[in-house]
C-alpha cells in the first residue's frame, strides 16, 4: 500500500512560521506532481500549491509570496514554508501525491493522500 504522512503542523501565532512535511512510502513506484491542500471548518478543500516532478510550482493567490512549495524526489518528499501566517490560513493540511503504485494487490496510477495536519494560526 501506499502512505503518506505529513508533519510540521502545530499552533504559532500571526506573523510566524512553519514547514509542513509529507514523505510518500510503500508500494508508490513513481510520482508525478506532489501538493498540499487545506480544509478550514465548514468550507471545502482547497488547493494551496502543487510541485511538478521537474520543480515547477502553483500556488493559490493568498500563498504566493508567503509559502514556498519544494520536494526532494530522492526520498519522496514535499515540503510546504510558511512564513507571514495569518488566522486564516487555519486549516487542516492534506498531502497529494499523483504517481503510480499498488492498492489492494493492483498496480497503476492513483491519487494518494495524507491523513492530515493541523494548523492553527492565533494569538
Known amino acids: 500500500q501506499v502512505q503518506l504522512v505529513e508533519s510540521g503542523g502545530g499552533l504559532v501565532q500571526p506573523g510566524g512560521s512553519l514547514r509542513l512535511s509529507c514523505a510518500a512510502s510503500g508500494a508508490i513506484f513513481s510520482i508525478n506532481a506532489m501538493g498540499w491542500y487545506r480544509q478550514a471548518p465548514g468550507k471545502q478543500r482547497e488547493l494551496v500549491a502543487t510541485i511538478t516532478g521537474g520543480g515547477m510550482t502553483n500556488y493559490r493567490d493568498s500563498a504566493r509570496g508567503r509559502f514556498t512549495i519544494s520536494r526532494d524526489n530522492a526520498k519522496n518528499t514535499v515540503y510546504l514554508q510558511m512564513n507571514s501566517l495569518k488566522p486564516e490560513d487555519t486549516a487542516v493540511y492534506y498531502c497529494?501525491?499523483?504517481?503510480?503504485?499498488?492498492?489492494?494487490?493492483?498496480?497503476?496510477?492513483?491519487?494518494?493522500w495524507g491523513q492530515g495536519t493541523q494548523v492553527t494560526v492565533s494569538s
Open positions: 497529494n501525491a499523483d504517481g503510480v503504485g499498488v492498492v489492494g494487490g493492483i498496480l497503476g496510477p492513483g491519487d494518494y
